[in-house]
């Protein structure tokens, strides 16, 4: 085979080159994808979370404060970064600390966390002024799950409740 003076076309080297550069390029959107949904499972596991104790601490406003259940232990579910914090006394009534699967908090119309379990923890204690609120209570509800990471994550929620007067 002949080889022509200046004739056009593209070498093997090149098309190696532009072949190798192209397959970083598809390997970089693959691992964003991924990236991405890590970020999205994250994401629903919060949201299903923080429903969870919304719902909570809306079930316990909706009580009297003569009805709210003793869970006077301060502090949140978490107590570092891999280690939940010890559970907390029942209630005779109601339970402090709870294991809640995470189906009977996802949304049916949307892909949640099916596979997730959360810890939720109640706190119920008198208001830090009791001079200003007569009779006042702060409710918290901590929830709180292992991440992909293994790290331990929590939202909490706060409520107060006012008698009336």
Known sequence: MAYRRGA??????????????LGVGVLSLTRMTVFSE??????????AALKLAEQRAERLVTLATTDLPSCPTAGGCRQDRTAYSPAKAADATYPCTEMVDGMSVADPNVAGPAEAKFRVDTTVV?????????????????ACWTD??????????????????
């Open 8 to 21: 056009r076309g593209v070498t093997l080297i090149e098309t190696l080159v532009s072949v190798a550069i």
């Open 38 to 47: 890590h970020g999205l499972a994250e994401s629903r596991t919060r949201v």
């Open 126 to 142: 008198a208001h830090p002024d009791p001079g200003q609120l007569a009779g006042a209570q702060v409710i918290t509800v901590s």
């Open 148 to 165: 992909l990471d293994g790290t331990v994550q929590e939202v909490q929620v706060q409520r107060m409740l006012v008698p009336e007067i």
